[in-house]
Nanobody, 120 residues
Framework: VQLVESGGGLVQPGGSLRLSCAAS????????MGWYRQAPGNQRELVAD???????NYVDSVKGRFTISRDNAKNTVYLQMNSLKPEDTAVYYC???????????????WGRGTLVTVSS
């Protein structure tokens, strides 16, 4: 099982980016999916997550600006980021709690991360 992120890059303050993360491999089912971020010198923090039924949760600092969604048919989670601020600059990591095929327990999987830089 692997998670592959895409969509990071450099954007000016006030701009938008859309991150995508696709899960692939021997997957039976996917529980929660989400996005974390880690800025230099900071701990990794949860940005947003979404259950298999579509319930969402956001860190206060991104509420009203970021939107998480998922396409269960494609095993993909998205993060639409609007009104970006310099303090949003970080490496963004995709996370998923997955039941691998043939397993009886959920495992946590992480992507390698994609860099988002908000700067003029």
């Amino acid at each position: 099982v692997q998670l592959v992120e895409s969509g990071g890059g450099l954007v000016q303050p006030g701009g938008s980016l859309r991150l995508s993360c696709a899960a692939s491999g021997s997957i039976s089912s996917i529980n929660a999916m989400g996005w974390y971020r880690q800025a230099p010198g900071n701990q990794r923090e949860l940005v947003a997550d979404i259950t298999s039924r579509g319930s969402t949760n956001y860190v206060d600092s991104v509420k009203g600006r970021f939107t998480i969604s998922r396409d269960n048919a494609k095993n993909t989670v998205y993060l639409q980021m609007n009104s970006l601020k310099p303090e949003d600059t970080a490496v963004y990591y995709c996370h998923a709690r997955i039941l691998p095929r043939g397993s009886f327990s959920l495992n946590d999987y992480w992507g390698r991360g994609t860099l988002v830089t908000v700067s003029s």
